[in-house]
């Protein structure tokens, strides 16, 4: 399994504004794989923000950012995107995207040691 999340390593946005993240995958397979979403501060812990099972569409989203944040696998592109909409400071951080074998569940989707793969990170700035 790879990951890579393309453009550029680094992203920035507007309070209020919205970003796309991708997420190229390869080496998954339908319902085998749950692809998620962390984002980390330096100090802090890596925080599960959104999962979703490869091939069936089940998601979970944290708290934090649902209502705001969008988990969508594209399967004909073998991408998984991450749609960040009215952004702020708060969001400002590294985010990885990260896959599990087996796919996970809502007992575990959030926890980092669930995931065996990650990307290289993505780093995120909103002011």
């Known amino acids: 399994v790879q990951l890579v999340e393309s453009g550029g390593g680094s992203e920035q946005a507007e309070t209020g504004g919205s970003l796309r993240l991708p997420c190229v995958v390869s080496g998954v397979t339908y319902g085998r794989h749950s692809l998620g979403w962390f984002r980390q501060i330096p100090g802090k812990e890596r925080e599960g923000i959104a999962c979703?099972?490869?091939?069936?569409?089940?998601?979970w989203y944290a708290d934090s950012v649902k209502g705001r944040f969008t988990i969508s696998p594209d399967n004909a592109k073998d991408t998984v995107y991450l749609q960040m909409n009215s952004l702020n400071p708060e969001d400002t951080a590294m985010y990885y995207c990260?896959?599990?074998?087996?796919?996970?569940?809502?007992?575990?989707?959030?926890?980092?040691?669930?995931?065996?793969?990650w990307g290289h990170g993505t780093q995120v700035t909103v002011s």
């Open positions: 979703v099972v490869w091939g069936n569409g089940a998601d």
């Open positions: 990260a896959a599990s074998q087996p796919p996970t569940y809502a007992g575990s989707w959030y926890q980092p040691t669930t995931y065996k793969f």
